[in-house]
């Protein structure tokens, strides 16, 4: 699979980041949210398979991942993974957070509000903070092939942007509201 956001070294840049980074991580340009607001209307249309894409290529690339879903964990069979309505729902469901988070970039309070939501509720799954980082360079793999002709590097750009302002912010929140409470900080320090 030929995209070159799933390698090791673009994982490093794309999105493990401390909390001073998750501050002044970088805003998309005024630009860049029109572009991805555009793009996301043309992404719409394929979001099932965006997010089934998205998330065969993460198991295939960080297969660790897939120890976090109880439902996909045992399943070694990629092929199987692709045919799951099970797969096909959560990838649903992640490509609606993403559409919630492109209507949100020009109201970061409200992506912030956003952001806390999706954290507190995969903190509670032990989602690791780190894999924020992996499932954003994926879905920008995924819709590239959606977008065809359309896909530029100015585009990809802005898409690595955005993903990592929402990765930033994920880490952001999570660390600033969780680790005031001792137990749950202590468990978030060590996956982060």
């Given at each position: 699979?030929?995209?070159?956001?799933s390698?090791?070294?673009?994982?490093a840049?794309?999105?493990?980041?401390n909390?001073?980074d998750?501050?002044?991580a970088?805003h998309?340009?005024?630009?860049?949210?029109?572009?991805?607001?555009?793009?996301?209307?043309?992404?719409?249309?394929?979001?099932?398979?965006?997010?089934?894409i998205?998330f065969?290529?993460?198991?295939?690339?960080?297969?660790?991942?897939?120890?976090?879903?109880?439902?996909?964990?045992?399943?070694?069979d990629?092929?199987?993974?692709?045919?799951?309505?099970?797969?096909?729902?959560?990838?649903?469901?992640?490509?609606?957070?993403?559409?919630?988070?492109?209507?949100?970039?020009?109201?970061?309070?409200?992506?912030?509000?956003?952001?806390l939501?999706?954290?507190?509720?995969?903190?509670?799954?032990?989602a690791?903070?780190?894999?924020?980082s992996?499932?954003?360079a994926?879905?920008?793999?995924?819709?590239q092939?959606?977008?065809?002709?359309?896909?530029?590097a100015?585009?990809?750009?802005?898409?690595?942007?955005s993903s990592?302002l929402?990765?930033?912010l994920?880490?952001?929140?999570?660390?600033?509201?969780?680790?005031?409470?001792?137990?749950?900080?202590?468990?978030?320090?060590?996956?982060?």
């Open positions: 699979m030929g995209c070159a956001i390698g090791l070294a673009a994982k840049e794309f999105g493990e980041r909390t001073e998750a501050a002044a970088a998309p340009s005024e630009g860049q949210i029109q572009m991805i607001k555009d793009s996301w209307k043309v992404i719409r249309d394929d979001i099932a398979k965006v997010g089934i998205m065969v290529r993460l198991f295939e690339t960080h297969p660790e991942c897939k120890d976090v879903f109880f439902l996909f964990r045992d399943v070694e990629l092929e199987r993974l692709r045919t799951s309505r099970e797969l096909r729902a959560h990838g649903l469901r992640v490509m609606s957070f993403i559409e919630k988070s492109v209507a949100r970039l020009d109201h970061l309070d409200r992506l912030e509000a956003l952001a939501e999706l954290g507190k509720s995969h903190y509670h799954y032990n690791p903070p780190k894999y924020y992996y499932v954003g994926e879905f920008i793999c995924a819709v092939p959606i977008l065809k002709e359309r896909w530029t100015e585009l990809e750009e802005a898409w690595k942007v990592m929402l990765v930033s994920l880490m952001w929140v999570l660390i600033r509201d969780l680790s005031q409470q001792p137990v749950l900080g202590k468990r978030l320090m060590k996956q982060a």
